[in-house]
């Protein structure tokens, strides 16, 4: 998904855990953060504190959505995403994109993934890979205060 493109539908879940939100609820208000992970991503769990400490931190003035993308057979059992969620208190809305069709809309080819959209729902960052979680929030933080400086 390239740079200033305008967020996808957030269709086609298997399942949503948590509570489901669509592209309606995210754009106009404040900005997202939609990151994808795998129960089977080791690099996912590792990230996930960081995440969930974002998602707190700026609970206020950021949006935050898990997709869970399989990586295999053994990453459909919804249990075991349940489980997984659990002990990794991802308490954020999570579409189960077992059939990929989320993956699919954001072109998306890894797990942790993450991206940023502004609060007029248009991407503004893309991050792959457990490192960078310092960058990650710089490019939050900015999104944020252009969102502010806006209203």
């Not at 700026?58 to 349940?82: F, G, T």
């Not at 579409?95 to 248009?122: I, M």
């Amino acid at each position: 998904m390239k740079l200033r493109t305008e967020m996808p539908e957030l269709t086609g879940a298997t399942e949503w855990l948590n509570g489901q939100v669509t592209k309606e609820d995210l754009v106009g208000d404040k900005p997202t953060l939609i990151h994808f992970w795998s129960i089977s991503c080791h690099l996912c769990k590792e990230a996930m504190p960081q995440v969930n400490e974002f998602r707190d931190k700026y609970k206020d003035q950021l949006n935050v959505v898990a997709v869970h993308m399989p990586r295999s057979e053994n990453d459909l059992d919804i249990e075991d995403i349940k489980k997984v969620a659990a002990e990794h208190n991802i308490t954020q809305p999570i579409f189960v994109d077992s059939e990929l069709k989320l993956n699919d809309a954001f072109e998306n080819q890894y797990v942790p993934a993450y991206y940023v959209f502004d609060k007029t729902g248009v991407l503004r960052h893309f991050q792959a890979g457990g490192s960078g979680m310092k960058m990650l929030e710089k490019r939050v933080n900015r999104v944020l205060s252009e969102s502010e400086q806006a209203e």
